[in-house]
């Protein structure tokens, strides 16, 4: 029996021919650039890839893959790629959204794609601004924040995207940095393998509207105080010397000191594998400056994919009754004729 080599792409071949208009030293460019990357190791011809967008700055995305894509409406990118991936289970689909596509109008169809576990791959460029619509505090900004919109601050309390996706059961659910380029290209190749809805939240920098927002987590001088970097099966260990870690207190987390406070063995010890996602949950609660922001992935577990159960209800309806006829459905007993 012969076996068909998985086909392989090149991020060249992977790139369109339109120009990426971002602003320069926008985010979008790296993340671009690494899931070209990533797209060379999933084994899948390009026709066999689609991304979808709503609106705003990420959602130029499709338009610079030499793959299919559709720049659809504000918000509802969910929605289509959810139509797409039932009516073509073959394809891999992914979203590219931003904060307040995703998080504002996009809110609830986030929730239900994400509920339902559709095999998509979520990426939330998160800048914690509307970039392309000039500079307004988005869902994700932090209080206080001033800008055109809040001129005296933001008095909105942020929503935190990977709390709503461990509330909404995602079972893949991420966060990566768009100038951490391994980290980011391995955390999108994850995605990409995961069956059900994976999520990934990428920080992202916006140049103009929010610039260094997230510089306490990729400015090297503080970096290793500032993110934690999870590791599936190890203890939760930072610091630039290493030297500390996150215990549980009771149901709260404290950073400690290793050696001082507790030894090794005491410290949270992750498991992105845990069928319940209560722990995952507390990690996304960690905000700078209290805790480290922890990156990696928080969950990675496996249930049976809308489309696979969907399909398991329309083989026992065939088995039972047999293939349908629409055109004798059409014209059973609930017909009339208007004169």
């Not at 792409?9 to 208009?21: I, N």
């Not at 929605?79 to 590219?96: E, H, I, N, Y």
């Not at 659910?173 to 190749?189: F, K, N, P, Y």
Request: hydrophobic content about 35%; proline content about 5%; glycine content about 8%.
């Amino acid at each position: 029996m012969s076996i068909t080599a998985l086909p392989t792409l090149t991020a060249k071949e992977l790139s369109s021919d339109q120009e990426v208009r971002w602003c320069p030293g926008c985010g979008d460019y790296s993340i671009l650039a690494q899931m070209k990357k990533a797209l060379t190791t999933v084994g899948m011809p390009r026709e066999k890839i689609v991304f979808v967008s709503g609106i705003g700055c990420s959602s130029r995305f499709p338009y610079y893959m030499n793959t299919y894509g559709f720049h659809t409406i504000h918000g509802r990118a969910p929605t289509f790629a959810t139509g797409l991936k039932l009516a073509r289970p073959d394809l891999q689909v992914w979203v590219v959204t931003g904060d307040g596509d995703g998080l504002s109008i996009g809110g609830n169809h986030l929730i239900h794609a994400i509920r339902r576990n559709i095999d998509v791959k979520i990426l939330l460029f998160n800048n914690e601004i509307y970039g392309l619509t000039k500079g307004q505090y988005s869902p994700t900004s932090r209080l206080g924040t001033k800008t055109k919109s809040s001129p005296q601050g933001s008095i909105d309390s942020p929503i935190r995207p990977l709390s709503l996706a461990i509330a909404a059961e995602a079972t893949f659910v991420a966060r990566t940095i768009d100038v951490d380029v391994s980290h980011l290209t391995e955390t999108l190749r994850r995605a990409a393998a995961h069956k059900g809805t994976a999520f990934v939240e990428i920080y992202q920098n916006c140049k103009i509207f929010n610039d260094g927002v997230f510089e306490y987590a990729t400015d090297k001088s503080v970096k290793a105080e500032n993110a934690l970097f999870l590791e599936h099966g190890k203890p939760m260990i930072f610091g630039k010397d290493r030297t500390k870690g996150i215990r549980l207190n009771g149901i709260n987390p404290e950073v400690v000191t290793i050696g001082k406070d507790c030894a090794i063995d005491d410290l949270m010890i992750h498991d992105e594998k845990a069928d319940q996602p209560t722990l995952s949950y507390l990690l996304s609660r960690m905000v700078h400056p209290q805790f480290p922001e922890c990156m990696g992935v928080y969950r990675d577990v496996r249930k049976p994919s809308y489309e696979e159960l969907l399909d398991g209800q329309i083989d026992a309806q065939i088995k039972a009754k047999g293939k349908g006829d629409l055109d004798k459905m059409f014209r059973s007993d609930d017909l009339w004729v208007v004169e």
